[in-house]
Structures are given as structure tokens and as C-alpha cells.
């Protein structure tokens, strides 16, 4: 069975300064990895996965992150945040099927809160 | 190209009472997935739809019920309410049995009293 954790509850930051949201995942087959963000009271918005390739990828309003399978990681990071980044973060992991769908399996979340 | 929409936004009921949730999927999406978010928790797999038929459940008892129809909307149905089942329910698309990449609803915000 696949599991997430993410390793801080809650992050608190200054504008403009860099961030890490760290996020390790435990499954015995190869995965599927995702970050998505849920502002106050909204759904969740993608903001970028790993399928394969190359493993650094890059997201939506400048986030990106780095698949290290032999650390199980999938950290999410930003050089330069901004206020309006003050959201809460979801790591989640899938494992491809052939003949099933795709489950996402959820983290508890990182609070993210950027101060002026 | 519409996103994925959720209705009701709100709902209140009370315990032992039945409900149901709807969501339209993404145009062009054929899966939907619903998922249950308790507050200040990660969201919960319930189950995945793929041209109308059942594609993978989680760990919800079969009072969570769900059904696609031919547009690929669908609705998630729950008989008799426990006060733990306050939660976000959402709703997600994707294209494809697989449903690789997931696109969320904002949401349908029950509250059981």
C-alpha cells in the first residue's frame, strides 16, 4: 500500500525568502507524484506532477520540484515567495494501473504561510 | 474549456438523513473520482467512475454510493448521515481509465448535525 508524509505541518516564511515543502512517499511499485494547493474555502489546484522523464519538474507560479527515487522524495520548492502563496500544500502519489484507474493517495498537508 | 463544477456548494443535515452530490466533469473528461476531505486532513479516495462503471473504491462503507451517467457527470449519494461524514466532498476528472492526472472541483462543504 502506498503512503504519504509530509514531514512539516506548517511552514512560516518571509516574503521573498526561499521554501522547501518536503513530502517522502512509501510504495513498492513505481508511482505517479503530484503538488497540489488549496487556497481557504476552494477545491484543489494542480500545481505540477511527475509521470517519468526528467525529474525536476516545473509548475505553475514558479514551483517546482524533484523526484529522488532512491530517497523516496518529492520536495516542493520556491526561490522567491509571495504572499499571495499563503495556501495550504497537498504531496499525493498514484500507482499506475493497466487495468484500474489511478487513486490519488494523500499527505496531511503543509500550511504554508508567508509573512510581509 | 469548462473546469469541473460542484453542486451544492453548502449543505446542512441532519444525522440519518440521506444526501447527494453532484459534479459535472471537465469537457472531455470520461473518469470522475470522489474524494472526502475531514477538516485539517488530507483528502480520502471513496471511489472512481469510468463510463458509468465502478473503476476502484476505497476504505467507505457501502452507504457511499455513487453512479456516472452517459455525459459523464456523476453523483455521489450517502444514506444515512453520520456526524463523522461532515467533511469537503470532492469531486475530480480525468481523462482515461488510468485518470493519470486528476483535475479538482471546489468542493461541496457538508455539515452533519
Known amino acids: 500500500a502506498q503512503s504519504v508524509t509530509q514531514l512539516d505541518s506548517q511552514v512560516p516564511v518571509f516574503e521573498e525568502a526561499p521554501v522547501e515543502l518536503r513530502c517522502n512517499y512509501s510504495?513498492?511499485?513505481?508511482?505517479?507524484l503530484f503538488w497540489y494547493v488549496q487556497y481557504p474555502n476552494q477545491g484543489l489546484q494542480l500545481l505540477l506532477k511527475?509521470?517519468?522523464?526528467?525529474?525536476l519538474v516545473k509548475g505553475i507560479n514558479g514551483f517546482e520540484a524533484e523526484f529522488n527515487k532512491s530517497q523516496t522524495s518529492f520536495h516542493l520548492r520556491k526561490p522567491s515567495v509571495h504572499i499571495s502563496d499563503t495556501a495550504e500544500y497537498f504531496c499525493?502519489?498514484?500507482?499506475?494501473?493497466?487495468?484500474?484507474?489511478?487513486?490519488?493517495?494523500f499527505g496531511e498537508g503543509t500550511q504554508l504561510t508567508v509573512n510581509p | 474549456e469548462t473546469g469541473v463544477t460542484q453542486s451544492p456548494t453548502h449543505l446542512i443535515k441532519t444525522r440519518g438523513q440521506q444526501v447527494t452530490l453532484r459534479c459535472s466533469s471537465q469537457?472531455?473528461?470520461?473518469?470522475v473520482s470522489w474524494y472526502q476531505q475531514a477538516l485539517g486532513q488530507g483528502p480520502q479516495f471513496i471511489f472512481q467512475?469510468?463510463?458509468?462503471?465502478?473503476?476502484g473504491r476505497g476504505n467507505f462503507p457501502p452507504r457511499f454510493s455513487g453512479l456516472q451517467f452517459p455525459n459523464y457527470s456523476s453523483e455521489l449519494n450517502v444514506n444515512a448521515l453520520e456526524l463523522d461524514d461532515s467533511a469537503l466532498y470532492l469531486c475530480?476528472?480525468?481523462?482515461?481509465?488510468?485518470?493519470?492526472?486528476?483535475?479538482f472541483g471546489p468542493g461541496t462543504r457538508l455539515l452533519v448535525l
Open positions: 467512475y469510468y463510463r458509468e462503471e465502478e473503476n
Open positions: 469537457s472531455g473528461h470520461n473518469t
Open positions: 511527475y509521470l517519468s522523464g526528467s525529474t
Open positions: 499525493a502519489v498514484s500507482e499506475p494501473g493497466e487495468t484500474s484507474g489511478s487513486r490519488l493517495t
Open positions: 475530480a476528472s480525468s481523462l482515461g481509465r488510468r485518470a493519470e492526472t486528476q483535475y
Open positions: 510504495s513498492s511499485v513505481s508511482v505517479y
